[in-house]
């Protein structure tokens, strides 16, 4: 008998792998009563992700199973450890009352939870974007949703040139999703796999991702008829990813994503592209070292004091503006806070204060926002006078937001603050959330519940005097409810209208009619009142929601004022000047300082000057020794273009900035062997795509390009990227060049735009000297030897290295005073070039020799010998 039914699983196991069929790429919390628990293989993920005991259910039994398990009051922390660590969670709750129920309780899943469509605070930075990308595509399109959940935000673009793939992985690169939606079976071999190893991967059934499917998700979601108002009529595969981005959301929500309003098509032109290469060369937003914020160019200028604010100064970096204007009009805002000096400082000091709007929001949209964060919205708004008389004190125009918005924010204070409790809990299970006046039966109820409560006592007063037992208690459980306690020794003294309900060892347990009628009318005001407080704040939140729009252009503005002030406070401490803007081509710099290296550097920083143009001097062949300063100055320059153009103030004393279309950088050597390319292999492909990509308006920053091969497969490489650059029928972009190889600055003497600059030392009694400063003309040494010498290197070895250097020296140039190996076949030679000089070999010192020769008077003899000389001197 008992064998038979062994080999049946349990009812409750019955129910558990159906439900987990439906979920096998999520963590099953499976609910039971008081707690979440895991099981199979669910429980050894989570045991260890959670550091919690593995132990087994139903031992000995076919339903035998590894089990771990949480307890729910306490399931958010560890619903968020294992958000963050990349695995998405399915909670199952019971759907029915247990002890309404006979046998099984009902369960079912009630929400998803994902790192790319979590709202929880715990699961998410302050001030970093959560992003969700949905990714479809075929052999000729990509489409690209990019979801931040936690603020509604969600864009999207599609790419169908040649370069896409290169595209959308810089997209990738810039936005840092957090997770990957794909339809089933997409190959995403063209992407990074380290990339995509740090992040959570959701593939989906590929119907999801559909035209007509994701068309009318989002047709229904916005309440739409047409997607043109989107501008996305045509736009198939960018319908697809947004189209399967919010139904996968709405999927895990189990419901609508109220707060997302908008869906915004990303412009490729709008912005000043900024692909993941020069990114991570330039630290923008994280160190190269270990990936850190703080050492990154983010990390040491962000100032802001608000969630909101680090968010969208983030966003300011990664997509720098190319408009003139529109630069000039940040500037102008930032200015006026610079301006302010105490004004701003107040406005810091308020801002400080202030939650993130955005997100509680998000959270209200949803209707998921617990008491204590509606709160903390309405306190906010409480500053709304203080901070709109310094916002007219500061600046000439109130953003976007006018007064009617600012009364109709101010009527919602009020309501939350009066409906509110002061100090009220982060759920509202407990009650205790209304303020008092809000509602006349809750009152009711609550002085009732009050009320008997003092009678209780008073009824225990009244029993112990008619009974002379003093110790007589009424207490209260969940099984019996209310019950007068006597310890046994009394039990001859209890009434005879004392009920006896149970025995304890040393007490007995007694009701009385009176007792059980109390009783009747307290729980009965307990449980009404939970029921009503539940019911009042719903209808709180559904008030609140109704201003949401207001709510949003509010938190808009707070954002501004954050960024405009912050740049201001930044401006100011670090003596940053600001840069003029224009649509020439300039990019004048004087004392240029890197605002990165300033402030962690142990010296005292060096500033230098910067001069380009894309006429005379368009390339700058910079030398110098080991750590001179060439890279710092190269990424410096980058920089303060960067920030320049994201409408801040730079560090240096003053500079002139045309806007540039993109940043190129090719700096220092880095594997992708996971990728399978060698280091110099990734030098060439960037390289490559600088070649191919740059433009005119284009600024480059080459760092020791061809350093990773042979010096003169090197020297060869880094010359031709060089002149290619430079002839302004390819190129002709603005670019620095930091280069070991010296014989590079021969450069200056054939292209009309090159400049050579180089980083000085001073050698001092068998030392060097850094001086750190940037002069025209190139370095007259390579200093390597005696780098050497310092670091120790036999002194036999040393003399050698320098006789050698020194027949090096001599011999790179040819007769002409050009570099030998720079001489040219006449199938390299550029058209421009051509114009320039048709014939440069004959531009030499026996041309003249020639003209003056008097033919008529030349021996035969005398003509041979001549021939002879000048063959020898080529
Ligand atoms: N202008 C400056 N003022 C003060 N310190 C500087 C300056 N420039 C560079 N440094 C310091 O010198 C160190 C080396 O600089 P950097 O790496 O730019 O030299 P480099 O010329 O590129 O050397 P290498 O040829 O070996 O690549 C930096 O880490 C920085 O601490
Ligand atoms: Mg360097």
């Given amino acids: ?69 949480v307890p729910f009051h306490a399931a958010d922390g560890y619903i968020a450890k294992m958000i963050r660590k990349g695995f998405r969670v399915a909670i199952c709750e019971q759907v029915e009352d247990p002890k309404a129920t006979k046998g099984l309780v009902k369960r079912e899943v009630v929400k998803v939870i994902t790192p790319g469509t979590v709202l929880d605070e715990q699961c998410l930075e ?30 999207v673009i599609e790419l169908n040139g040649p370069d896409r793939l290169i595209e959308a992985g810089d997209l990738l690169v810039t936005r840092d999703p957090v997770e990957i939606l794909i339809p089933e079976e997409t190959d995403l071999s063209w992407l990074d796999p380290g990339f995509l190893q740090k992040r959570c991967k959701t593939e989906k059934e590929a119907w999801r991702f559909s035209y007509d499917y994701a068309r009318t998700t989002l047709l229904d979601h916005f309440k739409a008829i047409s997607l043109a108002g989107f501008g996305l009529e045509k736009s198939t595969w960018a319908v697809r990813a947004a189209g399967g981005a919010l139904h996968y959301v709405q999927s895990t929500q189990k419901g609508e994503a109220k707060h997302i309003q908008d869906l915004k098509v990303l412009q490729k032109s709008d912005h000043m592209v900024l692909d993941g290469t020069t990114l991570r060369n330039l630290e923008v937003v994280r160190s190269l070292f270990d990936g850190n914020r703080t050492e990154s160019l983010l990390g040491q200028i962000d100032m802001t004091m608000t969630a909101m604010g680090g968010r969208l100064l983030k966003e300011w970096l990664l997509r720098p503006l190319i408009d003139v204007e529109a630069i000039r009009s940040r500037q102008a805002f930032v200015t006026s806070y610079l301006n302010a000096t105490i004004a701003r400082q107040e406005m810091r000091e308020i801002l400080k204060k202030v939650p993130d709007l955005d997100r509680q929001n998000s959270k209200l949209a949803m209707g998921s926002i617990n008491p204590r964060e509606l709160l ?118 209890v009434p005879a209208h004392y009920v006896r309900k149970q025995t304890l060892v040393n007490s007995e347990r007694y009701i009385t009619d009176e007792l059980k009628t109390y009783e009747e009318k307290i729980l009965g005001a307990e449980e009404k009142i939970l029921v009503l407080e539940d019911q009042l704040y719903r209808q709180l939140v559904a008030q609140c929601q109704a201003s949401l729009n207001t709510l949003r252009k509010w938190a808009l503005v707070l954002a501004l004022v954050d960024v405009h002030g912050a740049l201001a406070e930044l401006a100011a401490q670090k003596n940053y000047c600001l840069p003029e803007m224009s649509d020439g081509d300039a990019l004048v710099i004087k004392d240029g300082r890197h605002p990165v290296v300033e402030s962690l550097g142990s010296d005292p920083f060096i500033a230098n000057d910067t001069f380009l143009n894309t006429g005379s001097d368009r390339l700058n062949i910079i030398t110098g020794p080991n750590m001179g300063g060439k890279s710092t100055y190269l990424r410096q320059v980058a920089l303060i273009v960067l920030l320049a153009q994201a409408g801040s103030y730079v560090p240096a004393t003053s500079a002139e900035i045309g806007v ?4 190129f950088t090719r700096v220092g050597a880095s594997d992708h062997l996971a990728r399978g390319q060698s280091t110099f292999m990734v030098e060439m492909t960037e390289t490559a795509n600088i070649l191919h990509h740059a433009t005119k308006n284009s600024l480059i920053i080459l760092d020791e390009i061809g350093r990773g091969t042979s010096t003169f497969d090197g020297l060869a490489i880094a010359w031709s990227t060089a002149e290619y650059i430079h002839d302004s029928h390819r190129i002709g972009a603005k670019t620095l060049f930091a280069t070991h190889y010296h014989e590079m600055t021969e450069l200056e003497k054939l292209c009309e735009g090159v400049v050579n600059r180089n980083i000085t030392v001073r050698e001092w009694k068998n030392d060097i000297i850094f001086l750190r400063r940037i002069e025209k003309g190139s370095a007259d040494q390579s200093y390597g030897v005696h780098v050497g010498q310092l670091a120790g290197l036999p002194k036999a070895v040393v003399r050698r290295a320098r006789e050698i250097l020194h027949n090096l020296e001599k011999n790179e140039l040819d007769t002409t005073g050009n570099p030998r190996f720079a001489r040219r076949s006449a199938d390299t030679q550029p058209q421009e070039a051509e114009q320039l000089s048709l014939f440069p070999e004959w531009n030499t010192p026996f041309l003249d020799e020639l003209k003056e020769l008097d033919l008529d008077n030349l021996t035969p003899r005398q003509a041979l010998n001549l021939l002879y000389d000048w063959k020898e001197q080529l």
């Avoid at 001030?127 to 935000?153: N, P, W």
């Avoid at 540039?660 to 940043?663: S, Y």
């Fill in 660 to 663: 540039v279309d993109r940043i």
């Fill in 126 to 155: 302050g001030k970093e974007f959560q992003y969700l990308v949905s990714l479809v595509q075929d052999e000729r399109h990509i489409g690209l949703a990019f979801l931040e959940f936690s603020t509604g935000r969600f864009e």
């Fill in 1 to 69: 008998m008992t064998r038979k039914k062994e080999k049946k699983l349990s009812p409750l196991m019955v129910q558990y792998q159906t439900i987990k069929k439906q979920f096998p790429d999520e963590i099953l919390f499976f609910r039971m009563g008081d707690f979440y628990e895991m099981m199979y293989e669910d429980a050894i993920a989570a045991s260890a992700a959670l550091g919690i005991t593995l132990t087994k259910r139903g031992r000995g039994t076919v339903s035998e199973a590894p089990m771990c398990g």
């Fill in 376 to 493: 903390g919205i309405g306190l906010s708004l409480k500053k709304i006078p203080e901070i709109v008389e310094l916002m007219d004190e500061i600046v000439p125009d109130r953003y976007q937001i006018n007064d009617q918005d600012l009364s109709h924010l101010w009527q919602l204070c009020e309501t939350i603050d009066q409906q509110l409790v002061t100090d009220p809990p982060t759920h509202t299970r407990n009650g205790g959330v209304l303020a008092r006046g809000v509602n006349q039966e809750l009152d009711e109820l609550r002085s009732i519940r009050k009320d008997s409560r003092s009678t209780l006592a008073e009824l225990e007063a009244r029993e112990r005097e008619a009974t002379g037992i003093s110790k007589l208690k009424v207490q209260y459980n969940k099984v019996f409810g209310y019950y007068i306690e006597v310890s046994k020794i009394h039990s001859s003294k």
